[in-house]
């Protein structure tokens, strides 16, 4: 039978019920002592070999059940790994979230993702990945969505009034991460409401906080940013759960980002095959008499809310619900691979419907204009589409791709943000997640660098992980030609294209330049969208007017002929063209590949086997360029149709320099002609 250790000391924390119920706190006590069942129930299948990892949360249970219990069922929360009484408290069925910490295919990720890196719309959870800080700005984007739907919602009708409370998690290592600073900027920039969650446990992994931070209080943070900040006892279930619904109450109100330091400690390891050896003994016999469960069921029972045959009886009625969902969970058969299955499941489904232009309507257009005419169609048929950057209302934008938008879409729609790449495209997965399509406009796309994570590891993976899609395009003005130097000249579309979950287009006309970013932003898939700089406004032709989309993945033939394959895209289809008017005698299929992932196959096929000579032209460096990606492909598929070895014609291997001589050497163009007559005379 269960006892209540040492019954005849009183909590060793001040609980102050004010006028909650004993409905309240009986529902508090089943909601926090589940968690803390499930967990010695896991660490002992850990001990017998059962499961083959966990990260404890035991000693911090209060935090995410208080929080979670204040929280409303429809509201979002993002919690972390040691938070699994969120999971419990939003009452998701035991069997399945066993088989999710068991990776079987019936869990929540289909045996892709581990423990709680997982997420579930319908319980209102987002889960982490294993990098830190990410999700504070997804949160951001989430509740972004709720203070656009009090005006319109995502299928632009009127939205609820009911504002909506979303609630983040962090630890107190995570806050080193600039994810956390760039997330709060943001939240408190546009008052967003969001509650941030610390956990200080005193430890990240094993330093201590005293090598983590120098301010007396993480809550000291909150001041830059002007933001209120709160310190609780993150072991007290009461004070927790008061002061997370009576702010949560406050923000649907007056919308705004809050920050909580809840202090509490690790009792256990960062995970337990790490130990804590680290951690001084008298830590923890300072903290295990301050322990959330004890000490709550102490409380009741003083208050005579709680009987001993009461807590048997919850306790018995848990082991057998753990029990129960443990066997169903161990029951689940090994899953067998299904690769088509596995492929398909990278990305969300979608078949586009074909709008062909009208072409008696059409004017002509630069490709800057095509681009933001683009745009403009796209914000008249969404109206759940927000766009987002730095300089992009009123300013218009570095290259005025967005000007005199404002005007008729509104800042709510149309807005500048703060220089923070990581937290915009993290907001603008929260706003998928809401069911907002968003475009995010990198000012030039070698600043993308600053937002990589969130790109390649939430943006490209989350629709494999556990099924939401990222319906997100960033544009990216690229390339070189205009004498700017390393930083503002880069071409780094293959640094995307070896990323599975992400689509990447790259147009050259400004034809293609409109109908292929109205796809992109009608493709619930996250695109990379590469307009060059330098044809901006040195290539113009007639562009139809209204709405048209072309299909991701297709190329086209930019000239036919019989003797060589140039297989090009962006800069490179006007260096092939130039280059073809110096070789009159040459005759050469161009092949604008128009989309680089996925790439059209079939064109490349057909042409090859036509000329038998091919060579590929990018205006990226060579080595790790994709040119190498395509040239493998046909070796290993169409060899025996080649006539000579395939070619590659790029940019030097170096970064791009600032003087207009030197530029004009790093790219390929002048090597490409005599690269060409070479593989023509093979």
């Known amino acids: 039978m269960h006892k209540t250790n040492d019954l005849s000391l009183k909590p060793a924390m001040e609980y102050n019920r004010k006028n909650y119920t004993d409905e309240t706190l009986m529902e508090l006590y089943k909601a926090?002592?589940?968690?803390?069942?499930?967990?010695?129930?896991?660490?002992?299948?850990?001990?017998?070999?059962?499961?083959?990892?966990?990260?404890?949360?035991?000693?911090?249970?209060?935090?995410?059940?208080?929080?979670?219990?204040?929280?409303?069922?429809?509201?979002?929360?993002?919690?972390?790994?040691?938070?699994?009484?969120?999971?419990?408290?939003?009452?998701?069925?035991?069997?399945?979230?066993?088989?999710?910490?068991?990776?079987?295919?019936?869990?929540?990720?289909?045996?892709?993702?581990?423990?709680?890196?997982?997420?579930?719309?319908?319980?209102?959870?987002?889960?982490?990945?294993?990098h830190l800080g990410p999700q504070l700005g997804i949160a951001d984007g989430i509740a972004l969505a709720e203070l656009l739907r009090n005006n319109i919602n995502p299928n632009g009708k009127k939205g609820s009034k009911e504002l909506k409370i979303t609630s983040v998690f962090t630890g107190d290592g995570g806050t080193s991460e600039g994810d956390f600073h760039e997330s709060l900027n943001v939240a408190a920039v546009w008052d967003l409401p969001v509650l941030f969650i610390i956990e200080n446990n005193a430890y990240g992994l094993s330093t201590p906080t005293s090598e983590q931070y120098r301010c007396k209080a993480l809550v000291d943070k909150a001041i830059g940013y002007g933001m209120e900040a709160y310190q609780i006892d993150g072991n007290n279930i009461l004070e927790v759960y008061d002061r997370i619904l009576t702010l949560r109450n406050s923000l649907k109100k007056k919308p705004r980002p809050i920050l909580i330091e809840c202090m509490t400690f690790r009792m256990r390891g960062h995970e337990e095959a790490s130990g804590v050896k680290y951690v001084p003994k008298e830590l923890f016999e300072k903290w295990e008499v301050k322990d959330p469960v004890n000490?709550?069921?102490?409380?009741?029972?003083?208050?005579?809310?709680?009987k001993e045959s009461t807590i048997?009886?919850?306790?018995?009625?848990?082991?057998?619900?753990?029990?129960?969902?443990?066997?169903?969970?161990?029951?689940?058969?090994?899953?067998?691979?299904?690769?088509?299955?596995?492929?398909?499941?990278?990305?969300?489904?979608?078949?586009?419907?074909?709008?062909?232009?009208?072409?008696?309507?059409?004017?002509?257009?630069?490709?800057?204009?095509?681009?933001?005419?683009?745009?403009?169609?796209?914000?008249?048929?969404?109206?759940?589409?927000?766009?987002?950057?730095?300089?992009?209302?009123?300013?218009?934008?570095?290259?005025?791709?967005?000007?005199?938008?404002?005007?008729?879409?509104?800042?709510?729609?149309?807005?500048n943000t703060p220089i923070c790449e990581s937290a915009i495209v993290g907001a603008a997965l929260g706003l998928s997640i809401k069911g907002y399509k968003s475009m995010v406009e990198m000012q030039f796309a070698d600043f993308v660098t600053c937002g990589f994570n969130q790109i390649v590891n939430n943006l490209a993976k989350i629709n494999y992980r556990w099924g939401q899609n990222a319906d997100v395009v960033i544009r990216m003005p690229t390339g070189g030609g205009v004498g700017a130097g390393p930083f503002h000249s880069q071409s780094n579309e293959a640094w995307f294209t070896h990323v599975p979950g992400l689509k990447v287009v790259y147009p050259a006309t400004p034809y293609d330049a409109k109908g292929l970013l109205i796809s992109a932003i009608e493709d619930p898939n996250p695109v990379l969208y590469f307009e060059h700089k330098a044809l901006y406004r040195s290539v113009s032709s007639d562009v139809p007017d209204g709405y048209y989309n072309l299909p991701i993945g297709k190329a086209r033939l930019e000239t036919e002929g019989d003797d060589v394959t140039i297989i090009t895209y962006g800069m490179g289809v006007y260096w092939a063209l130039n280059a073809m008017k110096d070789l009159p005698d040459i005759s050469a299929d161009i092949i604008d590949l128009r989309s680089l992932l996925p790439l059209d196959y079939e064109t490349i096929s057909a042409s090859v086997k036509k000329t038998g000579k091919a060579v590929i032209l990018h205006e990226d460096t060579l080595f790790g360029g994709i040119g190498g990606e395509i040239a493998a492909w046909i070796g290993e598929n169409l060899f025996e149709y080649l006539d000579a070895p395939v070619k590659r014609s790029a940019s030097l291997d170096t970064p791009v320099p600032f003087a207009l001589e030197l530029e004009q050497n790093f790219f390929p163009k002048n090597r490409f002609i005599e690269q060409l007559r070479e593989l023509v005379e093979y």
């Open 32 to 130: 926090i002592l589940l968690p803390r069942m499930i967990e010695e129930k896991m660490l002992l299948n850990l001990r017998l070999g059962k499961i083959s990892k966990w990260f404890s949360g035991i000693g911090q249970e209060a935090i995410s059940v208080g929080l979670t219990k204040a929280m409303a069922d429809d509201e979002y929360i993002l919690p972390m790994h040691r938070n699994l009484g969120v999971f419990t408290s939003r009452g998701i069925p035991l069997d399945k979230l066993f088989m999710q910490l068991q990776g079987s295919f019936n869990g929540f990720s289909k045996g892709r993702e581990r423990s709680f890196h997982f997420g579930t719309n319908d319980y209102h959870i987002v889960g982490m990945i294993s």
């Open 295 to 306: 000490n709550f069921e102490k409380y009741l029972l003083d208050e005579g809310v709680l």
């Open 312 to 415: 048997q009886l919850i306790r018995n009625k848990f082991k057998i619900d753990i029990e129960k969902g443990l066997d169903a969970a161990f029951a689940q058969p090994k899953i067998t691979p299904d690769t088509k299955f596995e492929v398909n499941d990278v990305y969300a489904p979608f078949e586009q419907e074909t709008i062909e232009p009208i072409p008696v309507v059409s004017s002509p257009r630069r490709f800057v204009d095509a681009v933001s005419d683009g745009l403009k169609e796209s914000m008249k048929k969404f109206p759940n589409l927000v766009l987002m950057g730095q300089d992009i209302a009123e300013y218009g934008g570095v290259f005025k791709v967005t000007e005199n938008f404002v005007p008729e879409f509104g800042k709510e729609r149309v807005r």
